[in-house]
């Protein structure tokens, strides 16, 4: 079982960009997923989290959405601070649900906003 995440870079305050979390050797849709960060010298923090049932979420400026036939979760982050800056990761369930927590991480990519 294996999540990798894609996308991250570095981006100009007030930007956008899509970070790509790919599944092999599960099948996402019967999964929660959810996003989460850490940035330097904090603790990580869940940015969201989608049911097995839910095909997306919008949580402010970010937005978690499926494309089950790609097997991938995706999360959108728009007008992108400086205090975006952090490490992505996503993250499946053991389950369909949010409540019962992630089982299966992703290595992470890294986000950089600076002008």
């Known amino acids: 079982l294996q999540l990798v995440e894609s996308g991250g870079g570095l981006v100009q305050p007030g930007g956008s960009l899509r970070l790509s979390c790919a599944a092999s050797?599960?099948?996402?849709?019967?999964?929660?997923i959810g996003w989460f960060r850490q940035a330097p010298g904090k603790e990580r923090e869940e940015i969201s989290c989608?049911?097995?049932s839910d095909g997306n979420s919008v949580k402010g400026r970010f937005t978690i959405s499926r494309d089950n036939a790609k097997n991938t979760v995706y999360l959108q982050m728009n007008s992108l601070k400086p205090e975006d800056t952090a490490v992505y990761y996503c993250?499946?369930?053991?389950?369909?649900?949010?409540?019962?927590?992630?089982?299966?991480w992703g290595k992470g990519t890294l986000v950089t906003v600076s002008p």
């Open positions: 989608i049911s097995s």
């Open positions: 050797g599960f099948t996402l849709s019967y999964h929660a």
């Open positions: 993250a499946a369930g053991g389950s369909g649900l949010c409540a019962f927590g992630m089982e299966h």
